[in-house]
């Protein structure tokens, strides 16, 4: 029962990266007193395998490449004794979106997945994360040199969910990453979308949208490591709070090392606050230790509703609640209309649009 | 047959030391089918004129009166007043992220008439208005005003007033940052539009140039928050000689 050798880890609200984060709400996962199961989380939607294969493999045999100072990903390490792997097939152009679906059971529990995506391969993947649950888990992303991948990580949580994650990307040479990460559910959805290059000439967009209603802790730590000369990354975040206690964190750590000559990097955030009492922390952060670069940038802002917007709208006949709703959706569209699944932006939009009716959309 | 009537009208906007004057009473008649130019130099008030009629929200009305054929403008809310038959072409039309301007065109069309239009012929009179304005098709699926160059933006507010159908349109500088073919392009809108609709229009310019594709048939000269002198086009060819220099105080 000594836990000295573990619990030191136990972060108690004072660090930077648990500052923002209501421990309490965490249901003891970060604590390493608290036991929690080590469960396969997700499963393939539908049979077709065609161009990429799925199975479970031992954690021994696929251990993690990233190394994390995450204390909730370190203790997914820790458990997690076996992995999903979803393997893109090499030079394997896969047309259909692929469908992951996580869903959690009532204990707490960690798991670990790790895609690769073959060299000069080309696929969509989407994790599909519904119901309740407490859950921890890690998301290597592993592309090889030329390949092209869009990951899709939808957070479609009913309101008692607990969800800690880490999705990280290693991107290899001339490697095309694609990420979207779009958070509407959950109790406390805590997500790291990170990324390194582990070659030259890889390029990644980090696509994000939150929307957060009374209670909800949505909270999101980019971090794009620019280690390696020659990369190109881009993130653009967008977030909508609406009621009392609606609660919303941004991290955008971008770091550009000495030797990342080259680098080419912009970070944007923007977020709408639509009632008082809502708060939205959006730091946006840029570390560059070279001259020798294309570009680096970043944006924040944080506002209401833009009374030019509505104006204009208004003067052509469309009421006030019509152009507000416009406007909304048009915010949130821009990400949206990024998936290029129909059914999902649908779904989505459709769920967007009842949550907006709930609060009232004021 | 419709009227816009503006009488004494006041505006002024709140500053941090208090409100500050800008329409010091300005009385102006607009007939269906009628065009005045309104005229005068940068900061004479001109924008105010148009904005307050629309009912932006930064302006206070602080005395007179504006009526659309008998009925009080001023107590409307701004889309009543769109409803009412008013369009504004703005000098600086707004961007509305995400908001396709096929989505945003459809919205409007729906507000004002009260049901949405047929699918079948709506695409087709947009599809025309469009072409008629020399606006490739592609122009309907991108965001409203994003990324759009001047022309496009001149173009695409006089489309929403082709579309729209209104009884009486104020054009704020419609004609500024124009190159000749877009406003030539422009210009022909407007006259068709006025043409086919029988619309009165408030045309404010702050040079002639205009004038010599939408002919006027009244001219005011604005100055210091009111008009200072009216006539017919004769007027605009004296002004382009003189300018303005005789209408603002020493």
Known sequence: ???????????????????????????????????????????????????????????????????????????????ASKVTHLKIDKEAIVSEPIFLKRSAGVEKEFSRTVVTAGAHSKATVVVENEGAGSIGEEIEIRLEAGANLTFISLQEWNENAIHLGRHHAIVGRDANFNSITITVGGSLVRLLPTVEYSDQGGSAELLGLYFATDGQHLEHR????????????????????AGAQARTVWIGDVFIRGNAEGTDTYELNKNLLLTDGARADSVPNLEIETGQI???????????????????????????????RLVIRGFFGEIVNKIGIESVEE???????????????Q | MSQLVIKGLQVGVETDSGMTEILRGVDLTINSGEVHA???????????????????????????SVTLDGVDVLEMSVDE???????????????????????????????????????????????????????????????????????????????????????????????????VDALRIVSEGVNRVKQEQNLGIMLITHYTRILRYIKPDFVHVFAGGKIVEEGGPELAERLEEKGYAQYVKA
């Open chain 2, 81 to 179: 007043r769109a409803k009412a038959g008013l369009f504004l072409a703005m000098q600086y039309p707004v961007e509305v992220p995400g908001v396709s301007v096929a989505n945003f065109l459809r919205t409007a069309a729906t507000a004002l008439r009260g049901e949405a239009p047929k699918v079948r012929t709506w695409v087709g009179e947009v599809k025309e208005a469009m072409s008629k304005l020399a606006m490739d098709p592609a122009f309907s699926e991108r965001s409203v005003n994003e990324g759009f160059s001047g022309g496009e933006k001149k173009r695409h507010e006089i489309l929403q007033m082709e579309l729209l159908k209104p009884k009486i349109a104020i054009l704020d500088e419609t004609d500024s940052g124009l190159d």
């Open chain 1, 222 to 241: 980019v971090h794009v490591e620019h280690g390696i000369p020659n990369g190109k990354s881009r993130v653009t975040y967008k977030g909508i709070l």
């Open chain 1, 1 to 79: 029962m000594s836990g000295l050798p573990t619990n030191y880890l136990t972060p108690t609200g004072r660090e930077e990266a648990w500052r923002f984060t209501p421990l309490k709400r965490l249901n003891g996962m970060h604590d390493s007193a608290t036991s929690v199961i080590d469960r396969i989380s997700i499963e393939l939607v539908g049979s077709v395998r065609t161009g990429f294969n799925i199975e479970t493999v031992s954690a021994t045999e696929l251990p993690p490449k990233s190394t994390t100072e995450d204390v909730i990903i370190q203790r997914v390490r820790a458990t």
């Open chain 1, 347 to 361: 779904r989505l939009m459709n769920r967007i649009d009842s949550q907006l009716a709930k609060v009232g959309g």
């Open chain 1, 294 to 324: 294309v570009g680096a940038g970043h944006a924040s802002t944080t506002g209401r509703f833009d009374d030019e917007q509505l104006f204009y709208l208004m003067s052509r006949g469309i009421p006030m609640s019509e152009a507000r």
């Open chain 2, 38 to 64: 309104i005229m005068g130099p940068n900061g004479s008030g001109k924008s105010t004129l148009a904005y307050s009629i629309a009912g932006h929200p930064k302006y206070t009305i602080t005395g007179g």
